[in-house]
């Protein structure tokens, strides 16, 4: 591990297309090929943790609480101000 300005780097392996889309979207940005990197990384949690909460949201079911606390956690997650966020009930006769 390499040690530049008080930041440690290491060295990641991609393929050679990888590297040059990375070059390529860096250079058209002005941003480091780091930081191109970390925003992609931080895109994919946001992804990952708003399946983790529709999923959540199949799984609530009826319960309207469940339902409104998952709602407004992914209105949080898109950047809504929730607003828009309208919670429907119906109601099934067994």
Same mark, same amino acid.
């Given at each position: ?11 990641? $392996? ?5 590297? *040059?889309?990375?070059?390529? @979207? #860096? %250079? /058209? ?28 949201? $199949? ?5 309207? *609480?469940?339902?409104?606390? @998952? #709602? %407004? /956690? ?21």
């Amino acid at each position: 591990m390499a040690t530049t300005h008080g930041t440690s780097t290491t060295t990641v $392996r991609v393929s050679l297309g990888t590297r *040059e889309t990375l070059n390529q @979207v #860096a %250079a /058209a940005t002005g941003r480091s090929v780091d930081v191109i990197i970390a925003a992609g990384l931080r895109a994919l949690r946001r992804e990952q943790k708003r399946k983790e909460w529709e999923a959540e949201a $199949r799984l609530a079911g009826n319960d309207l *609480e469940d339902r409104a606390e @998952v #709602a %407004a /956690a992914l209105a949080e997650l898109r950047g809504d101000d929730g607003d828009d966020v309208v919670t429907h009930t119906t109601t099934v006769g067994l």
